[in-house]
């Protein structure tokens, strides 16, 4: 996280709307700031020369002068914000009296030291720039990694709604120990979310790697147990190699970090009927989010089975696995977190509501018996993790809401026009 984009994977922050005065009012703002940034040098120099004026002789507050065009370099960040405070400056020099010069060199000397002061600044400033658009270039880089690596979702996968957004406990990032992906295949909606032990960019590259198998074993295994065995076996060879590069052939190694490396995952199966396949690797189990008739919220714990023990830290059971069977009618909708959303604690130690946030995140669409649209919900729950730990998180968080829109009498998938994607529409069958 660092950064939201799109309607249905990380958080942006979406410009002035047009008809609103949103533009205007940050237009105004900025230009009374760059008005203020040019205005302070003087400010500084008139400061500078009541000083003078009125403290006793000998007290030599005119060299502050030659501090001006730093003033402007750091306030305004432009050339001619320099040059201006420089002059402002020099002019100064002229109505004080020579007697102001005593003990600290003549006029000359320090005209030629706010000259030197303005030079260097313009030098500091142009280095200053240079290694803004290299930090620039360098950000463009990292986004498009991070988003290769957790790509945002499409708003809608096979008559389902699907919203996600991640929160990283790496300040700057928008990747780090977590991993969420959802994609169609022949077998139905398949769904991961996981968490790898630790947060951070520590962690990105078992990420990676837990990704890179669910994307390949998602569409060539039939079986979701079948799946969960490939991301076994590709967590292996990546913790393998993160060994064999901690110590060498044939002689002692001391333990590292890939030795206790572990992820707890959630492996879901969607089918167009609502049925839900599910294998939990020591994962929190999701939420079902539904709205009754009579407008009252519902939230609930989908399934109280035991999970698998977390994929690294112990093999698998020889045999497959059976999935948990969890139904989700038309209208309701699985909400999917990592433990992050639970663990991040208020100054005072408490731990994040996220039950009650569900609910009145849900609250707010009483006058419907539809659950509000997931991005609504991923947004409602985000804001309250940000306010509740005070901006530091101390573990990353992903969340995932997946919503079934297909018909409720006839079985098919709603479509929804472009402009409105996360909105439930009516059934149009004859």
Do not use: K
């Amino acid at each position: 996280m660092t950064g939201d984009q799109s309607a249905s994977a990380d958080f942006t922050i979406a410009g002035p709307v047009e008809g609103t005065t949103d533009g205007p009012r940050v237009g105004r703002r900025f230009t009374v700031r760059r008005a203020l940034a040019f205005a302070a040098p003087a400010v500084w120099v008139l400061a500078v020369l009541l000083w003078e004026r009125s403290l006793p002789v000998g007290t030599h507050f005119v060299a502050l002068l030659a501090a001006t065009p730093a003033l402007a370099c750091a306030g305004t960040g432009r050339s001619a914000g320099i040059w201006l405070g420089g002059g402002c400056a020099l002019f100064a020099l002229y109505p004080l009296p020579a007697s102001a010069y005593e003990d600290i060199g003549s006029r000359t000397g320090i005209c030629v030291a706010i000259l030197c002061v303005a030079m260097a600044s313009c030098y500091t400033m142009r280095w200053r720039d240079g290694l803004a658009g290299e930090l620039a270039r360098t950000r463009e880089v990292a986004t498009a990694a991070q988003q290769a690596l957790i790509r945002p979702l499409p708003p809608r996968i096979e008559g389902f709604t699907v919203a996600a957004g991640y929160l990283s406990a790496a300040r700057g990032a928008a990747v780090g120990g977590d991993l969420y992906d959802a994609t169609a295949t022949v077998h139905g909606v398949r769904v991961l979310i996981g968490d790898v032990r630790g947060h951070g960019l520590g962690a990105v590259s078992t990420v990676a790697a837990v990704l890179g198998s669910f994307r390949e074993a998602a569409h060539d295994e039939p079986q979701l147990a079948t799946v969960l065995r490939r991301l076994e076996r590709g967590l292996e060879r990546h913790l393998n190699d993160g060994r064999s590069t901690t110590g060498h052939r044939g002689s002692a190694r001391e333990p590292s970090e890939a030795d206790e490396e572990f992820v707890t995952l959630l492996l879901l199966e969607v089918g167009p009927d609502g049925t839900v396949a599910a294998l939990n690797c020591g994962h929190p189990w999701p939420y079902r989010l539904s709205v009754r008739d009579d407008a009252c919220a519902r939230v609930e714990i989908v399934s109280a089975a035991e999970p698998l023990p977390p994929l690294g830290l112990f093999p698998l059971p020889s045999a497959d696995p059976r999935p948990q069977h969890i139904q989700l009618p038309p209208g309701e909708a699985l909400f999917l977190y990592t433990d992050g959303a639970e663990d991040a604690r208020d100054r005072d130690g408490a731990f994040f509501p996220l039950r009650d946030a569900l609910e009145a995140a849900l609250a707010e669409r009483t006058v419907s018996t539809t659950p509000p649209a997931p991005t609504d919900v991923v947004s409602f729950v985000r804001q309250g993790l940000v306010r509740h730990a005070g901006g530091r998180l101390p573990d990353d968080i992903a969340l995932l809401v997946l919503r079934n829109d297909h018909c409720r009498v006839h079985g098919h998938a709603l479509e929804a026009p472009p402009e409105r994607p996360a909105e439930r529409l009516p059934c149009s069958c004859p």
